[in-house]
């Protein structure tokens, strides 16, 4: 399971640093003081900013990773948006130290952002 989730979680990484233009500059294991520098530039805030303003972002990285959802059902559909974006806060996130996802990490946020987009879809329809 844990080199499924790394895989997806690898290419959720992949897809979101392609839709912002991002990227990591030291190609070395990256330390905790590089990420926490990049994840203060100017780029990766906006980065972030967006991904939560403009709700179409999340829902192209989803399609980009897992193209054939687009045939999913509504509730299959809606489990890897919210899996995307707990992966794509996990990255981008400054209050999150790393660029790995852990396990528990993954978890909480998965938790999270379901109740929140339950929410939302409840006051929408």
Not at 46 to 68: A, C, G, H, M, R
Not at 73 to 94: G, H, K, P, Q
Request: charged share 30%; hydrophobic share 40%.
């Amino acid at each position: 399971m844990k080199d499924m989730r790394g895989s997806h979680v690898s290419a959720v990484r992949t897809a979101t640093f392609r839709k912002f233009g991002l990227q990591f500059a030291s190609s070395r294991r990256k330390n905790s003081r590089e990420i926490l520098e990049w994840k203060r530039s100017e780029e990766v805030k906006s980065s972030y900013n967006k991904l939560f303003t403009d709700e179409q972002l999340i829902e192209d990285i989803t399609l980009s990773v897992f193209p054939l959802i687009v045939n999913a059902n509504d509730e299959r559909f809606n489990d890897m948006y919210v899996y995307t974006a707990s992966v794509c806060d996990i990255i981008l996130n400054l209050n999150y130290h790393t660029l790995d996802v852990s396990k528990k990490a993954l978890e909480l946020r998965l938790k999270r952002f379901k109740v929140f987009i339950e929410y939302i879809l409840l006051f929408k329809n």
